[in-house]
């Protein structure tokens, strides 16, 4: 291939560090080839690094500022801000040449490894805290920092789990009762120190959610994720208020899935179908509690018959309303109403009186 570059480049295999970040982030790699305007640089991962940063090399006290040109998955072009002194020629020996120890070698592919992986949680979106053995934090990204109001000063000082926790609270991240405090400090360290992964949802005070999550590391670390659920909290909390308007209202109401198991019965179809307060039923096992229970009449080499019905009845999703004499001289009007997904919505209505009034006029019709 032709050259292009302004002044040619010579091939080279020195160990060199990318520094960003105010010198708080360091990447190893392997300088390829080299000219007073510009490197070729070789790395384990480019996830990460800035577009502009500084490039230090073995043996070599200058440090250049350096800009992205161009990048692969491994290898990236830089230009000099300025240029820079000739250095050193390629056959000077430093821990990447063939005469480095091994250990070194592998110990320097570990440590560029390690600092692609704490490069790659700098980036993403979720709140990242690493803690040791002690739990004191030995990483904190840039996305806990801000949802946390952390200033740079406090996170870089290596700060427990337990003064993060007083931080949120003193900046009015999260809302803690002053009297609870201690008590709720001490649940949450509880639960970091077993490592238990059972998720915690926290909101905070300007109206935003987070998973909380725990992962066990070795050696006893820790790490701490803490992921958005805004959306997914608002939703459950549209779903409780819905279920407790429903709870409250004086029709009998059980929602069915597609397999026509119950995921809500309210109070007044409890008390209909005198249920105990447990979930787990199906539709069938609610007809036969209620045959059961001696709510209505069916004669027992029919009740098979009767149940299939009704299953038949709600999974055509007819909305076609059905009454059912119960033993105590009621009767109940049962509807169904198909929901979205193969879902299925049976409502009960107490038409005891409605009924008589329907039935009078034929019966004095008949005197």
Not at 1 to 15: G, I, K, N, Q, Y
Not at 16 to 21: A, L, R, S, T, W
Not at 178 to 198: C, F, M, Q, S, Y
Request: aromatic content about 6%.
């Amino acid at each position: 291939m032709a050259e292009h570059r302004r002044v040619p480049r010579t091939r080279t295999l020195r160990s060199g560090k990318i520094v960003f970040n105010h010198d708080r982030s360091v990447v190893d790699c392997t300088v390829r080839n080299l000219s007073t305007h510009g490197a070729c640089l070789e790395l384990a991962s480019l996830v990460g690094v800035p577009d502009t940063f500084v490039l230090t090399m073995s043996g070599d006290a200058a440090r250049g500022a350096c800009r992205l040109v161009w990048k692969t998955d491994h290898r990236a072009g830089v230009a000099f801000d300025e240029p820079v002194p000739e250095r050193r020629d390629a056959g000077t020996p430093d821990r990447h040449s063939a005469t480095a120890p091994q250990d070194g070698a592998r110990s320097d592919a570990v440590r560029a490894e390690l600092l692609a992986l704490r490069a790659g949680l700098e980036a993403v979106a979720f709140g990242v805290v690493l803690l040791d053995q002690n739990l004191r934090a030995q990483f904190i990204n840039r996305a806990f920092r801000r949802l946390w109001r952390l200033p740079d000063a406090k996170a870089d000082a290596k700060p427990s789990f337990t003064a993060l926790m007083v931080h949120g609270r003193e900046t009015g991240v999260y809302e803690l009762p002053a009297d609870g405090l201690d008590a709720t400090i001490a649940e949450r360290v509880e639960h970091v120190k077993a490592g238990n992964p059972a998720p915690l949802d926290l909101r905070l005070a300007g109206g935003e959610a987070f998973r909380f999550q725990c992962a066990a590391l070795p050696a006893g670390g820790r790490m701490l994720s803490y992921t958005p659920v805004t959306d997914v909290m608002r939703q459950a909390d549209e779903v409780d208020v819905l279920r407790a308007a429903l709870d409250a209202a004086g029709q009998g109401i059980i929602l069915l899935d597609a397999d026509l198991n119950a995921t809500f019965v309210n109070q007044a179809a409890r008390t209909l179908w005198r249920l105990p307060d447990k979930a787990g039923f199906g539709y069938a096992d609610i007809l036969q509690h209620g045959y059961e229970e001696g709510l209505y009449e069916v004669p027992a080499d029919t009740l098979d018959t009767f149940v299939a019905g009704r299953i038949a009845h709600a999974r055509s999703g007819d909305p076609q309303p059905v009454d059912l004499p119960t033993n105590d001289g009621r009767v109940i009007r049962s509807q169904c109403t198909a929901l979205p997904g193969g879902r299925r919505m049976i409502g009960y209505v107490d038409v005891t009186g409605l009924v008589a009034g329907e039935r009078a006029p034929h019966i004095q019709a008949a005197e």
